[in-house]
């Protein structure tokens, strides 16, 4: 079954660590992004790769980092330097045809800073 | 600059009646758009999308309109079911490229 996997769904922090977010597609696609949520708002671009050993910073990508040393993998660091890291995570590919570009995206990554 | 616009971070509509969701966009280099649709605590999924060269796509109970005049596009949903209740999210690619570019969400209640 073909799909993109975000591990964990729920993730708790102490204040001033570290944290790494999990994603993995099994979908072949060259293109990949994280992607934040906080309640009520719509979703903003933290980092973004669109091929392997290359990335992109987002709106939002201070306090975050990032690796794309596989093309099946895009894991996100949550550095203490982020100042607000409470929020709903999202991972996503994409894959360009004929028609034009689509993303799918994980069931997301709540990450709650205790 | 936001390249990609929901001016309407929510909507309320009676269950049966339609709802139109809107979208604006500012890149005339924007050749593909799609709609996807979002439950709370989960990743969007695709629901319906259209290519420039169109000005209508249906499916179903969903139907998608493209202004390329206006730069502005719009998702119909006739009859509206409570179950419809979700975020909606706008998006836009271009023809250079594999990015989308995402609105910033319109919420839809459907009231039973």
């Known amino acids: 079954d073909g799909g993109i996997t975000q591990s964990p769904k729920y993730l708790f922090r102490k204040e001033g660590q570290n944290v790494t977010l999990s994603c993995e597609q099994n979908?072949?696609?060259?293109?990949m992004y994280w992607y934040r949520q906080d309640p009520g708002q719509g979703l903003r671009l933290i980092y973004y790769?669109?091929?392997?050993?290359?990335?992109q910073k987002g709106d939002i990508a201070e306090g975050y980092s990032v690796s794309r040393e596989k093309k099946e993998s895009f894991p996100l660091t949550v550095t203490s330097a982020q100042k607000n890291p409470t929020a709903f995570y999202l991972c996503?590919?994409?894959?360009?045809?004929?028609?034009?570009?689509?993303?799918?995206f994980g069931q997301g990554t709540r990450l709650t800073v205790v | 600059d936001q390249q990609v616009k929901q001016n309407s971070p929510s909507l309320s509509v009676q269950e049966g009646r339609i709802s139109i969701l809107n979208c604006d966009y500012t890149?005339?280099?924007?050749?593909?758009f799609l709609w996807y649709k979002k439950y709370p605590a989960e990743g969007p999924t695709f629901l319906i999308s259209?290519?420039?060269?169109?000005d209508k796509n249906e499916d179903g109970r969903f139907t998608v309109f493209l202004n390329k005049s206006a730069k502005h596009l719009s998702l119909h949903i006739v009859p509206s079911q409570p179950g419809d209740s979700a975020v909606y999210f706008c998006?836009?690619?271009?023809?250079?490229?594999?990015?989308?570019?995402f609105g910033g969400g319109t919420r839809l209640m459907v009231k039973p």
């Open positions: 998006a836009a690619s271009g023809n250079a490229g594999n990015m989308l570019t």
């Open positions: 790769s669109q091929i392997v050993n290359d990335f």
């Open positions: 890149n005339s280099m924007f050749d593909y």
């Open positions: 996503a590919s994409s894959y360009r045809d004929k028609k034009g570009t689509e993303a799918f």
């Open positions: 259209i290519s420039s060269i169109k």
């Open positions: 979908l072949n696609h060259d293109a």
